[in-house]
């Protein structure tokens, strides 16, 4: 890119003589370039940055977030964002993005689909998408859309293979603190290595910097989290309580269908306060074929009418379909 059409500058910095009043500099962030009126502009590097031992930066409590940048904080960032778009998340945790950063997100080309689902995805980050060829002051004279932030939640339903999780985790790829909430059975190799493979490549997929926690007590994690949640999935959290209650059986016991009740009660108060910014993931069950046992005809009247009730109480519901994703109204 060009600066104030003087000189040229990349990733690795600058091309050709720079000017006296500017500074260019080499970080572990990417390139930090220093105008002569004070802005910094910050070229963010496309590779994995060094892992920091310290916990996300943060605002101190009752001050706000313009009062308390921290001296790393930039005007500008501009991030190729269809090659490494968790970079985005990266440098908010390390306090590089502040709230008075403006974030360009640029690399909308043959990696992502179209320019309209490279947008769409930008908004998500809080990113703005200038058009080839446009010239921007920095700080910028136009702002992106706010990010969401909590309390907010999303609901991310699909059938099987539909891209569902990946939708997921690309709406948190830019946020600084994430709680992975893995609701499903510990992969164990040796008893199942199918699913020990699954969860392998789901593990394997989610940047450094988020934290899992495995657990069915659903309503206690979303109380007490701050920051952001991917909740993966609601279905196999069913699956888990509707064990514990005895449902699974030939015989099932009288009171089940109270405790269980009990338990969806408690997870929907829950999801109902949560201060967090969460986006759940869950299964379309209802488009298939009926299944042939009580317990999965059970299980998909269950999971169909706990995905209602929590996309009722969602901001934003989306359906994935073949790597698609619309949003319901």
């Not at 690795?12 to 260019?24: K, L, N």
């Not at 990266?90 to 640029?106: D, K, N, S």
């Not at 991310?156 to 609701?183: M, Q």
């Not at 108060?269 to 299944?291: F, K, L």
Request: a negative charge; one cysteine or more; charged letters at 25%.
């Amino acid at each position: 890119m060009t600066v104030d059409d003087r000189f040229r500058v990349r990733e690795s910095g600058a091309v050709g003589p720079v000017p006296p009043t500017y500074t260019v500099t080499p970080s572990p962030d990417g390139t930090l370039v220093e105008g002569p009126d004070g802005g910094r502009l910050l070229i963010a590097r496309t590779t994995p940055g060094p892992l920091p031992g310290v916990p996300p930066v943060e605002a101190p409590a009752g001050r706000s977030g313009y009062a308390s940048a921290p001296p790393q904080q930039v005007d500008m960032v501009v991030v190729d964002a269809a090659q490494r778009p968790e970079t985005i998340g990266e440098l908010r945790r390390a306090g590089v993005i502040g709230v008075t950063t403006a974030v360009v997100a640029v690399g909308g080309d043959h990696r992502v689909r179209s320019p309209e689902e490279f947008a769409r995805r930008a908004r998500l980050w809080g990113a703005l998408v200038p058009s080839d060829g446009s010239d921007m002051s920095c700080p910028p004279s136009v702002w992106p859309e706010p990010r969401p932030q909590g309390p907010h939640r999303t609901l991310v339903t699909g059938g099987a293979r539909s891209g569902k999780s990946t939708e997921a985790e690309v709406r948190l790829l830019a946020e600084p603190r994430v709680v992975y909430a893995a609701t499903g059975p510990c992969p164990d190799p040796a008893q199942d290595p199918e699913w020990a493979g699954r969860v392998q490549q789901h593990v394997e997929r989610r940047p450094w910097w988020w934290h899992t926690e495995e657990t069915s007590d659903l309503a206690a994690l979303l109380l007490r989290a701050r920051g952001a949640v991917l909740v993966d999935c609601l279905g196999t959290w069913l699956a888990a309580a509707m064990d514990r209650h005895g449902m699974w059986a030939d015989e099932v016991p009288a009171e089940a269908e109270e405790t269980l009740e009990a338990e969806v009660r408690a997870l929907l108060e829950a999801w109902r306060g949560t201060r967090a910014y969460v986006v759940a993931v869950t299964n379309e069950v209802g488009s298939g074929v009926v299944p042939a046992t009580r317990a999965g005809r059970l299980f998909r009247d269950h999971l169909g009418r706990l995905n209602q009730w929590v996309g009722a109480e969602s901001e934003d519901v989306v359906l994935a379909a073949a790597g698609r994703v619309v949003e319901l109204p």
